[in-house]
């Protein structure tokens, strides 16, 4: 990984504003070339809305809409209980740190029966409400709706792109070349903090489909991963199986969760769970997507029985 503190020639994109000059990937190597698309994508769209997470890819986008478009760049972080609460707190210290024109926005995925049921389509019903949020506010501006989705995350079962493009956003991270190693690449030649953050899906992807989504639930999880945090672990998940915690941690982790089991034990138990289980196979980034290929899962024309509720 490119140290984020050493010298560069600048491309087309600058550095944040009000920091001092950061290190900018040369526009002849492959990630500056990357760099230069991704900052003229936003000289060419005009005004832009950014659904802003405060996850590594959104991260990128946000900085370089502000870098190009200054407050033209309205970034929009969603509210809602399945969003962790330091993930929140995050976004409102990134916004200030870079001056992004930035504003959170409630939605309500919480009331759609069709997002609660949590059937392989769950992740659509959750961006669709974040649409609901976004195009209102782009259709004041003037503005094109993006989100930081990357070329690796085609590959992966994100129902959630498909309700983003059916309502006009783009990808410019995709438009622009970016895998995931790209976006950390890039990050950290530019001295972005986010370069090496670790993967942070909604909490919701916490549940095995079928588990019915409760604001209950996702805060319990929201307390377990920031206990376990709070113990010194980075990279990881827990996995809500009723009155059992399944925790996936990095293989290099494993060895020091079995060394501090009785602490990792009282953290998790502390927060609601009767059994706290270590998965052998480590962190899994959408690992639960692996139903989806056995069956086994809720179809989404369960969705029906509730469509009204």
């Keep these: 990984m490119p140290d984020p503190e050493r010298s560069g020639t600048a491309s087309t994109a600058s550095v944040p504003r009000g920091e001092e000059r950061l290190s900018v990937p040369d526009a ?157 690449r890039v990050s950290a030649e530019l001295g972005l903090r986010t370069w090496d953050k670790p993967a942070a899906a909604c909490l919701a992807s916490r549940l095995p489909y079928g588990t019915k989504v409760t604001v209950p639930l996702l805060a319990r999880l929201d307390r377990a991963e920031s206990a376990l945090r709070r113990l010194g672990f980075g990279q990881l998940r827990v996995r809500d199986y009723g009155d059992t915690a399944r925790i996936e941690l990095p293989l290099d982790d494993l060895a020091e969760a079995v060394r501090r089991r009785e602490a990792i034990v009282e953290a998790i138990g502390g927060v609601g769970y009767r059994y706290v289980t270590l998965d052998l196979e480590g962190f899994r980034s959408g690992n639960l997507n692996g139903a989806l290929a056995d069956g086994n899962c809720v179809a989404p024309a369960a969705v029906s029985t509730e469509a009204n509720q």
């Excluded at 230069?36 to 946000?62: I, K, M, N, T, Y």
């Design 28 to 184: 002849s190597t492959p990630a500056g070339r990357k760099l230069a698309r991704l900052c003229r994508f936003f000289e060419e769209s005009g005004p832009v809305v950014v659904a802003f997470s405060g996850g590594v890819d959104s991260s990128l986008v946000a900085w370089a809409a502000n870098d190009v478009l200054g407050d033209d760049a309205l970034c929009i972080t969603a509210v809602s209980p399945s969003l962790a609460t330091e993930e929140a707190a995050d976004c409102a210290a990134l916004a200030a740190e870079w001056g992004l024109a930035w504003r959170t926005v409630e939605t309500d995925e919480m009331t759609r029966a069709a997002y609660r049921i949590n059937d392989a389509d769950r992740c659509f019903h959750c961006k669709s409400a974040l649409m609901d949020q976004l195009e209102p506010l782009a259709a004041a501006r003037g503005a094109l709706m993006v989100l930081g989705v990357n070329l690796d995350d085609l590959g992966d079962h994100r129902p959630g792109q498909r309700a983003a493009r059916d309502r006009g956003a783009r990808f410019p991270l995709v438009e622009s070349g970016f895998t995931k190693d790209d976006v950390r």
